[in-house]
């Protein structure tokens, strides 16, 4: 009995307590929707809502826990009623008690919901029972594969925004562009160091004679002009042989003066 | 002629070996503008700078199989400014740990006959493009946005076409040897950047 008593003693603590908070948050909760409407943005609502509602789950948590007491066991009852102040219960009820009496003690100790409330619960139980079992479990699961479609639409949209493929239109760099352009600032590639048949000019490189670059939907490509290469450019057969691999797009005359061409694309 | 890895080299004297690290990324024309915000907010706060530069690469060709490579920039919106010389070693790679590309680096200012001097000195102009774009530092970091434009009649900066419909992303950061704590604050802030532009180590001999 002694267990039992400190038992109960436990769980009514834990009771007030988490009571308690909840009456701060609805408090605070009150506050904000009297004193800041205007200012009020739904995510802050929603925040409101969610700190209730987690507090509401860990009060259903204290009560169903295996150490608390089935308190449906336990009676209150008034023991003396008086019309005279009460400075205790003042303090203990944070000023909202001031006498324990007549008046006082239905509302407060009351176990019955109201009149109203009962007969809608009454109502709702012979409905319920109307309808029959099976019934009422095709129900109880339709409404349950409802809600787990809506979760799983729900958790699916998420993640694809979050990785970006509802909005394919919006992709912000081309990796295929990187590459290039790393390329192009590293040695050259794509810029003026292969020249077309037919140009001379000692030591300078001379033009690229590229047509107008298509940026298609993968990226940079190059439209080379298949000129006959000229004999003695080893390095624009090296560069061409690079590019034109990426383009799928090489001219057979490349190919022959290929393998007449030194190896390294550099030397002149 | 390449130099070993320098941080394998003792120090003997004369200049401490420079590094440059660096990690690139790219972005798409129309998200310049997004990028280019957040740049200013993350950056230092400073007046965006613009750049329009001409950067030339010479060879040196030697009896080795790989030339030696430098690269000649000049500025073309500002006059008066120097001529920038620069060496870039090999990338260290190997590793793993480190998230930005490593090499050596050595820059050097020079007078406007540069390419003169380079053509005497047996160096041939391999390739040239011009580079526009914005500059923004960060500390020690220097971020720098720019389009690459292909030269179409050599010498002649006036004919130019742009290479891709991106502008390229560099974050670099030029450092003595051997702190590679830089690399991770590099990481730090490409993170800041993503997923407007991803920032990564690109090994140029992968691209050839």
Not at chain 1, 106 to 133: C, F, N, S, W, Y
Not at chain 2, 174 to 180: L, N, S, T, Y
Request: proline share 6%; aromatic share 6%.
């Amino acid at each position: 009995v002694q267990r039992e008593e400190k038992q109960l003693e436990a769980s009514l603590d834990a009771l007030l307590s988490q009571v308690a908070d909840l009456k701060n948050s609805l408090g605070s909760f009150i506050y904000k929707l009297e004193n800041e409407y205007d200012r009020l943005t739904w995510p802050s609502v929603l925040d409101s809502f969610a700190l209730l509602s987690g507090q509401l789950n860990t009060l259903n948590k204290v009560l169903k826990h295996e150490k608390t007491p089935l308190f449906r066991n336990q009676v209150i009852i008034p023991l003396v009623l008086s019309p005279d102040r009460d400075e205790d219960l003042m303090r203990q009820t944070e000023g909202r008690v001031p006498v324990f009496s007549h008046e006082v003690v239905p509302d407060h100790l009351r176990t019955k919901p109201d009149p109203e409330v009962e007969e809608q619960e009454k109502q709702l139980t012979t409905d319920a029972a109307r309808i029959g079992a099976d019934a009422a479990q095709k129900q109880i699961q339709s409404l349950n594969k409802m809600c787990s479609n809506l979760l799983e639409k729900i958790s699916k949209e998420e993640r694809e925004s979050e990785s970006g493929g509802l909005r394919p239109n919006k992709q912000t760099f081309n990796p295929a562009d990187t590459n290039a352009l790393v390329a192009a600032v590293a040695f050259g590639k794509g810029l003026s160091n292969w020249r077309p048949s037919g140009s001379s000019g000692p030591g300078q490189p001379g033009q690229p004679g590229a047509g107008p670059i298509l940026a298609g939907a993968s990226g940079l490509q190059q439209v080379q002009m298949a000129g006959a290469p000229s004999q003695q450019q080893p390095l624009l057969s090296g560069v061409q042989m690079a590019q034109a691999g990426q383009t799928g797009k090489m001219p057979s005359g490349i190919k022959t003066n290929i393998k007449s061409a030194s190896m390294h694309p550099y030397q002149r | 002629m390449e130099a070993p890895p320098v941080t394998m080299m003792p120090v003997t004297g004369g200049t401490i070996n420079m590094m440059e690290y660096l990690l690139q990324g790219s972005v798409l024309d129309h998200s310049l503008e997004s990028l280019i915000h957040r740049l200013r907010g993350l950056c230092d706060n400073m007046e965006p700078e613009t750049f329009l530069d001409h950067e030339m690469v010479f060879l040196l060709k030697g009896q080795q199989a790989s030339p030696f490579v430098l690269r000649a920039r000049r500025s073309m919106d500002r006059g008066g400014a120097p001529w920038h010389l620069r060496y870039l070693g090999q990338p260290e790679m190997g590793d793993k740990n480190r998230h930005a590309l490593v090499r050596n680096c050595v820059d050097i200012a020079t007078s406007e006959n540069l390419t003169d001097f380079l053509m005497e000195m047996g160096f041939r102009m391999d390739h040239e493009f011009v580079a526009k774009g914005h500059l923004f530092r960060k500390g020690i970091m220097k971020i720098m946005v720019y389009k690459i434009f292909r030269i179409l009649v050599p010498g002649n900066t006036d004919s130019t076409e742009a290479l891709s419909l991106s502008y390229l992303v560099e974050l670099s950061v030029v450092a003595p040897a051997g702190q590679d704590m830089v690399s991770d604050d590099m990481r730090n802030f490409a993170e800041q950047l993503k997923p407007l532009v991803h920032l990564e180590k690109i090994d140029p001999k992968r691209l050839m």
